[in-house]
């Protein structure tokens, strides 16, 4: 079956441009996140999606970043007035259970900005 | 607050070597743990994991297990191969939460 998909794969933009980075989810999943990943760091949790909603927002760093997730599958997360330090991989995963304690996250491969 | 701190890489073996990859937790409560595993071109991928203390979880002959005396999670392998070159992360998901905190990772190189 599909796992989760992220395009771009790859994202090259000018200091102070907008970018849209998309994910779409294995079908079914409920649950959806957002992570950063920096050069030599692990995942940074973002965001968290449970259906259409943001329930945990509070790892997006400033009000330039926002995520939507209008129809409970896929999802978007923008960046607006982009900054040489927002260049990371995002990443975005997916999971089928409700039960936070034992829940495995399906991984995309990511999308790798960089910010000129 | 929560945190996941593991031995820093890269770490080099020779092919049948045994791996020990250490791994450190700070969580309130009781935190179900996790190593996620990230292959070459590919997305991270769940390795093992357990959800209790002393729980052993296992996988590909990988095992780590649950200390709660010692906040530890190490990963280990008796008898490496190449295919296990990756970059391996350990993970907590803090009980009752959704969110998973990543540690910096660490990368595997095996030798033929």
């Known amino acids: 079956g599909a796992g989760v998909s992220q395009t771009p794969s790859n994202k090259v933009t000018e200091k102070g441009k907008y970018v849209e980075l998309r994910c779409d989810p294995i079908?079914?999943?409920?649950?959806l996140y957002w992570y950063r990943q920096s050069l030599g760091q692990g995942p940074e949790f973002l965001i968290y999606f449970q259906g259409t909603g943001a329930a945990d927002d509070s790892g997006l760093p400033n009000d330039r970043f926002f995520a939507v997730r209008p129809e409970g599958s896929v999802s978007t997360l923008k960046i607006q007035r982009t900054e040489r330090g927002d260049s990371a991989v995002y990443l975005c995963?997916?999971?089928?259970?409700?039960?936070?304690?034992?829940?495995?996250?399906?991984f995309g491969e990511g999308s790798r900005l960089t910010v000129l | 607050g929560n945190s996941v701190t593991q031995m820093e890489g890269p770490v080099t073996l020779s092919e049948e070597a045994f791996l020990t990859i250490n791994c450190t937790y700070t969580a309130t409560g009781y935190p179900s743990l996790f190593w996620y595993v990230q292959y070459p071109g590919e997305g991270l991928q769940l390795l093992l994991k357990?959800?209790?203390?002393?729980d052993k979880g296992s996988n590909k002959g990988f095992e780590a297990t649950y200390r709660k005396e010692t906040t530890s999670f190490h990963l280990e392998k008796g008898s490496v191969q190449v295919s296990d070159s990756a970059v391996y992360f350990c993970a907590l998901r803090k009980g009752g939460g959704f969110k998973t905190i990543f540690g910096a990772g660490t990368r595997l190189f095996v030798k033929a």
């Open positions: 995963a997916s999971s089928p259970s409700s039960s936070p304690n034992t829940g495995e996250l399906f």
């Open positions: 079908s079914g999943h409920t649950a």
């Open positions: 357990a959800t209790k203390a002393d």
